[in-house]
Protein backbone atom coordinates (compact mmCIF):
# COMPACT_ATOMS: atom_id res chain seq x y z
CA UNK A 1 0.00 0.00 0.00
CA UNK A 2 1.25 3.56 -0.84
CA UNK A 3 1.14 5.71 2.24
CA UNK A 4 1.92 9.72 1.70
CA UNK A 5 4.52 10.86 4.99
CA UNK A 6 3.95 14.75 4.85
CA UNK A 7 7.71 15.14 6.22
CA UNK A 8 9.36 18.46 8.24
CA UNK A 9 12.64 19.19 6.87
CA UNK A 10 15.51 21.64 7.66
CA UNK A 11 19.39 21.61 6.57
CA UNK A 12 21.95 22.41 9.56
CA UNK A 13 22.09 26.32 10.32
CA UNK A 14 19.57 26.84 8.41
CA UNK A 15 16.65 29.54 9.85
CA UNK A 16 13.77 28.18 7.92
CA UNK A 17 12.25 24.86 7.25
CA UNK A 18 10.09 23.58 4.62
CA UNK A 19 8.39 20.77 3.96
CA UNK A 20 8.55 17.34 1.93
CA UNK A 21 6.00 15.04 0.60
CA UNK A 22 7.08 10.95 0.11
CA UNK A 23 4.91 8.36 -1.07
CA UNK A 24 6.55 4.91 0.13
CA UNK A 25 5.39 1.45 -0.54
CA UNK A 26 4.37 -0.10 3.19
CA UNK A 27 3.78 -3.56 4.00
CA UNK A 28 1.56 -4.49 7.00
CA UNK A 29 3.38 -4.60 10.41
CA UNK A 30 5.78 -1.82 9.19
CA UNK A 31 5.91 0.82 11.49
CA UNK A 32 6.93 4.67 10.94
CA UNK A 33 10.72 3.93 11.72
CA UNK A 34 10.54 1.49 8.67
CA UNK A 35 9.36 3.84 6.46
CA UNK A 36 11.83 6.42 7.56
CA UNK A 37 14.79 3.76 6.44
CA UNK A 38 12.97 3.61 3.22
CA UNK A 39 12.29 7.65 2.30
CA UNK A 40 16.08 7.19 3.13
CA UNK A 41 17.25 4.67 0.79
CA UNK A 42 14.78 5.42 -1.75
CA UNK A 43 14.28 8.60 -2.07
CA UNK A 44 16.74 10.99 -0.12
CA UNK A 45 20.44 9.70 1.54
CA UNK A 46 20.13 12.66 3.62
CA UNK A 47 17.30 12.31 5.63
CA UNK A 48 17.71 12.52 8.74
CA UNK A 49 16.45 11.06 11.78
CA UNK A 50 17.59 9.67 15.08
CA UNK A 51 17.05 5.59 16.60
CA UNK A 52 19.19 3.29 18.34
CA UNK A 53 17.91 -0.01 19.76
CA UNK A 54 14.46 -0.33 17.78
CA UNK A 55 12.37 -2.43 20.63
CA UNK A 56 11.04 0.88 22.79
CA UNK A 57 13.83 0.75 24.87
CA UNK A 58 15.85 3.25 24.24
CA UNK A 59 13.18 6.47 23.28
CA UNK A 60 16.20 8.15 20.54
CA UNK A 61 13.07 7.24 17.97
CA UNK A 62 10.58 9.68 19.39
CA UNK A 63 9.27 12.10 16.98
CA UNK A 64 5.64 13.57 16.46
CA UNK A 65 3.21 12.07 14.47
CA UNK A 66 0.00 14.05 13.39
CA UNK A 67 0.69 16.51 16.09
CA UNK A 68 1.77 13.99 18.65
CA UNK A 69 4.83 12.62 20.42
CA UNK A 70 5.24 8.78 19.75
CA UNK A 71 8.40 6.45 19.10
CA UNK A 72 8.67 5.57 15.63
CA UNK A 73 9.84 2.11 16.49
CA UNK A 74 6.55 1.23 18.51
CA UNK A 75 3.81 2.66 15.59
CA UNK A 76 2.59 0.91 13.00
CA UNK A 77 1.96 3.04 10.01
CA UNK A 78 -1.21 1.49 8.39
CA UNK A 79 -3.70 2.19 11.20
CA UNK A 80 -2.36 5.93 11.05
CA UNK A 81 -3.27 5.47 6.48
CA UNK A 82 -6.41 4.08 7.12
CA UNK A 83 -8.84 5.85 4.07
CA UNK A 84 -5.95 7.50 2.41
CA UNK A 85 -4.83 10.11 5.03
CA UNK A 86 -1.36 11.55 4.87
CA UNK A 87 0.93 10.59 7.82
CA UNK A 88 2.27 14.19 8.79
CA UNK A 89 5.42 13.69 10.96
CA UNK A 90 7.36 16.79 12.56
CA UNK A 91 10.37 16.69 15.11
CA UNK A 92 9.75 16.68 19.24
CA UNK A 93 8.71 19.95 20.33
CA UNK A 94 10.13 22.11 22.89
CA UNK A 95 13.76 21.70 21.48
CA UNK A 96 15.52 23.09 18.42
CA UNK A 97 16.01 21.19 15.61
CA UNK A 98 19.87 19.83 14.68
CA UNK A 99 18.77 18.23 11.19
CA UNK A 100 15.04 17.44 10.13
CA UNK A 101 13.77 15.34 12.92
CA UNK A 102 16.53 15.35 15.32
CA UNK A 103 16.59 17.87 17.89
CA UNK A 104 18.83 18.94 20.35
CA UNK A 105 17.56 17.51 23.57
CA UNK A 106 20.68 19.46 25.44
CA UNK A 107 18.92 22.84 24.75
CA UNK A 108 16.65 22.13 27.82
CA UNK A 109 15.91 18.46 27.99
CA UNK A 110 18.96 17.06 29.75
CA UNK A 111 19.33 20.40 31.44
CA UNK A 112 16.43 20.14 33.06
CA UNK A 113 17.05 16.38 33.92
CA UNK A 114 20.41 16.80 35.95
CA UNK A 115 18.62 20.31 37.94
CA UNK A 116 17.22 17.61 39.76
CA UNK A 117 20.37 15.52 40.58
CA UNK A 118 19.12 12.62 39.36
CA UNK A 119 21.84 10.37 41.55
CA UNK A 120 21.65 8.78 44.80
CA UNK A 121 23.78 11.14 47.30
CA UNK A 122 25.25 8.73 50.17
CA UNK A 123 26.39 9.97 53.60
CA UNK A 124 26.19 6.43 55.04
CA UNK A 125 26.48 2.58 54.37
CA UNK A 126 24.10 0.93 56.64
CA UNK A 127 21.15 -0.44 54.61
CA UNK A 128 18.85 -1.21 57.37
CA UNK A 129 18.90 2.82 58.27
CA UNK A 130 15.33 3.67 57.05
CA UNK A 131 14.65 7.26 57.38
CA UNK A 132 11.52 8.61 58.33
CA UNK A 133 9.81 9.88 55.41
CA UNK A 134 9.08 6.55 53.74
CA UNK A 135 6.96 6.08 56.35
CA UNK A 136 4.73 7.99 53.88
CA UNK A 137 4.98 5.31 51.02
CA UNK A 138 1.50 3.87 50.52
CA UNK A 139 0.75 1.41 47.94
CA UNK A 140 -0.26 4.10 45.73
CA UNK A 141 3.05 5.74 46.60
CA UNK A 142 5.05 2.81 45.66
CA UNK A 143 3.14 1.58 41.97
CA UNK A 144 4.08 5.33 41.11
CA UNK A 145 7.72 4.97 42.28
CA UNK A 146 7.73 1.34 40.22
CA UNK A 147 6.14 3.32 37.64
CA UNK A 148 8.83 5.83 37.41
CA UNK A 149 11.41 3.43 37.34
CA UNK A 150 10.05 2.11 33.32
CA UNK A 151 10.82 5.93 31.88
CA UNK A 152 13.46 5.77 28.93
CA UNK A 153 14.28 9.39 29.17
CA UNK A 154 12.35 9.40 25.46
CA UNK A 155 11.43 13.13 26.21
CA UNK A 156 7.82 12.68 24.38
CA UNK A 157 6.48 14.70 27.68
CA UNK A 158 8.88 17.40 27.12
CA UNK A 159 8.08 17.57 23.64
CA UNK A 160 4.47 17.50 24.36
CA UNK A 161 4.01 20.02 27.69
CA UNK A 162 2.16 22.99 27.07
CA UNK A 163 3.39 25.01 30.06
CA UNK A 164 7.44 23.80 28.75
CA UNK A 165 6.01 25.57 25.24
CA UNK A 166 4.43 28.77 26.65
CA UNK A 167 7.33 29.25 29.30
CA UNK A 168 10.77 27.48 28.21
CA UNK A 169 12.06 28.74 31.52
CA UNK A 170 9.31 28.59 33.69
CA UNK A 171 9.02 24.41 34.04
CA UNK A 172 11.71 21.92 34.57
CA UNK A 173 8.54 19.31 32.54
CA UNK A 174 7.13 16.24 33.75
CA UNK A 175 10.49 14.02 33.26
CA UNK A 176 12.47 15.86 35.25
CA UNK A 177 9.45 16.04 37.98
CA UNK A 178 9.20 12.34 37.31
CA UNK A 179 13.05 11.59 38.39
CA UNK A 180 12.70 13.98 41.28
CA UNK A 181 9.78 11.48 42.62
CA UNK A 182 12.31 8.87 42.50
CA UNK A 183 14.63 9.90 44.00
CA UNK A 184 12.70 11.56 46.66
CA UNK A 185 11.33 8.10 48.01
CA UNK A 186 14.32 6.56 48.31
CA UNK A 187 15.38 5.63 51.84
CA UNK A 188 19.48 5.56 50.68
CA UNK A 189 19.53 9.18 49.30
CA UNK A 190 20.78 11.58 52.13
CA UNK A 191 19.58 14.55 50.09
CA UNK A 192 15.96 14.69 50.81
CA UNK A 193 16.19 18.04 52.43
CA UNK A 194 17.56 19.12 49.53
CA UNK A 195 14.66 17.46 47.12
CA UNK A 196 11.78 19.11 49.47
CA UNK A 197 13.99 22.56 49.60
CA UNK A 198 13.09 25.72 47.32
CA UNK A 199 15.98 25.01 45.28
CA UNK A 200 14.31 21.76 43.69
CA UNK A 201 11.15 20.85 45.03
CA UNK A 202 9.61 23.63 46.51
CA UNK A 203 11.09 25.67 43.70
CA UNK A 204 9.20 28.34 41.36
CA UNK A 205 10.08 25.78 38.12
CA UNK A 206 9.38 22.40 39.86
CA UNK A 207 6.63 20.63 40.33
CA UNK A 208 4.22 23.39 41.63
CA UNK A 209 4.99 25.08 38.12
CA UNK A 210 2.92 21.98 36.69
CA UNK A 211 -0.17 23.41 34.70
CA UNK A 212 -2.06 19.74 35.04
CA UNK A 213 -2.50 19.70 31.46
CA UNK A 214 -1.58 15.87 31.60
CA UNK A 215 -0.39 15.62 27.80
CA UNK A 216 2.91 13.90 29.59
CA UNK A 217 0.57 10.77 30.75
CA UNK A 218 -1.26 10.62 27.33
CA UNK A 219 2.09 10.35 25.65
CA UNK A 220 4.11 8.47 27.74
CA UNK A 221 5.39 5.07 25.83
CA UNK A 222 5.74 3.02 29.26
CA UNK A 223 2.55 4.96 31.40
CA UNK A 224 4.99 6.05 33.64
CA UNK A 225 2.06 8.74 34.69
CA UNK A 226 4.52 11.78 35.14
CA UNK A 227 1.30 13.93 36.12
CA UNK A 228 0.85 11.08 39.27
CA UNK A 229 4.15 11.82 40.34
CA UNK A 230 3.96 15.48 40.35
CA UNK A 231 0.59 15.41 41.85
CA UNK A 232 1.90 13.35 45.09
CA UNK A 233 4.88 15.59 45.63
CA UNK A 234 2.61 18.85 45.62
CA UNK A 235 0.69 16.98 48.38
CA UNK A 236 3.82 16.30 50.67
CA UNK A 237 5.67 19.60 49.71
CA UNK A 238 4.57 22.94 50.76
CA UNK A 239 6.43 25.25 48.72
CA UNK A 240 8.66 27.92 50.46
Not at 19 to 24: D, G, H, L, N, T
Not at 52 to 63: F, K, N, Q
Not at 161 to 175: L, S, V
Amino acid sequence: MKVRFDVFRKKPGASDSYRQIFEVDIQPGQDILDAFYKIQEEHDPSFAFRYSCRGAICGSCAVRINGTAMLACKTQVLPLASEGKTIVVDPMGNMPVIKDLVTDLDDGFWPAYHSVRPYLVRTEDKHEARLTWTDKITPRNMDQLVRSEDCIKCAACFSDCPKRAKEPTGFIGPQACLQLYKFYWDPRDSDHPWRMGPDCGASATGPFACDGYGNCVRVCPKECRPLMAINIIRRDIKPK
